[in-house]
């Protein structure tokens, strides 16, 4: 502590306020050690019959901080759930919506260890024009799992689903990558790239935090894309065959068949021979040209 203001009781006398003015800054360690060290002195001052309340602004960004880690957990968890559901019921598999899942993860894990490297171990700060280093936003996390889960698995679908409808003719799975990847390939990059233009240009911005987020974005959307969607996935799908389009029986009789691609749609029925030389023009049972208005 640096400095600690003379107590300033309330006009009841129940309470008593008090300024501590640590040495560090707000966002040190040392300094959200402090506040750990006066809130566990909490048992002593019930024992003697008060209260203990330590706020402030490191206090209130601790509490933030750990409410938003109690909820990631339990948040990503229902992301993955219902991607790994709806994902089955597209494709009819299980082994493509997993495969998505985890590289969906891939993305969110190399975007926060980016952001950490970059922002909270200092490197970088000359090109980015960082002041300092400093902890990420405890929001961060919460907000790059929620946008980089929305566009992820549109890449997905965008790749996936060409493939599917492809392997539904041919029940080839090597020609139904290559051209569900040349059909898909065009329309990835450029969503990826636009993407990564507009969270790209929040680096620019002067506010540290909006930096943190517009860097975070614009990575987790290049790698998503560019390494897991255009690389890891053909390379997973090639390397899984047919098995990648299978899916337990059981499963397939709980789920219910949307068939997304039109596969069981019956196929048009073929005109008759009359009806075809009706239609260019000649008379059936003659054999001669009809005359027609």
């Known amino acids: 502590m640096a400095a600690v203001s003379p107590s300033v009781p309330s006009p ?6 008090m300024s501590v003015v640590p040495k560090s800054s707000p966002d040190a360690e040392a300094t959200g050690d402090l506040v750990h060290r006066m809130r566990d002195q909490a ?15 490191t206090a209130m960004a601790i509490d933030v901080a750990g409410k938003l880690g109690d909820a990631l957990p339990l948040f990503i968890s229902v992301i993955v759930l219902l991607a790994l559901l709806l994902l089955a ?8 919506p997993l495969k998505a899942a985890l590289g969906f993860l891939l993305s969110v894990g190399a975007s926060l260890g980016a952001s950490v490297w970059v922002f909270q171990q200092g490197n970088l700060n000359g090109v ?6 400093g902890p990420v936003t405890s929001f961060l996390p919460i907000l790059l ?13 965008f790749l996936v689903s060409r493939m599917r409808e492809h392997y539904e003719h041919s029940k080839d799975p090597a ?4 051209q569900g990847v040349s059909r898909s390939a065009r329309v990835v990059v450029a969503a990826a790239l636009i993407m990564v233009a507009v969270f790209g240009g929040f680096i620019f911005n002067e506010d540290p935090i909006i930096k943190s987020i ?6 987790g959307v290049f790698v998503d894309a560019f390494v897991v969607r255009m690389m890891l996935v053909p390379a997973a799908m090639s390397l899984l065959g047919r098995r990648a389009w299978s899916m337990p029986r059981w499963l397939d009789r709980v789920l219910p068949d949307v068939d997304i691609e ?14 075809r030389r009706e239609a260019e023009g000649e008379d059936a049972p003659s054999g001669k040209a009809s005359a027609r208005v």
Do not use: K
């Open 262 to 275: 039109g596969a069981r749609l019956p196929a048009p029925a073929r005109a008759e021979p009359a009806v």
């Open 214 to 219: 517009g860097f975070a974005l614009a990575f």
């Open 12 to 17: 009841s006398g129940d309470v008593v306020v």
């Open 175 to 178: 020609e139904a990558i290559a």
């Open 89 to 96: 019921l597209a494709f009819r598999s299980v082994l493509v």
């Open 43 to 57: 048992p002593e001052i019930a024992e003697a019959g008060g209260s203990l309340y330590v706020t402030g602004q």
């Open 128 to 133: 980015l024009d960082v002041s300092a280093a």
């Open 145 to 157: 799992t929620g946008v980089l889960f929305g566009l992820a698995m549109d890449y997905e679908v």
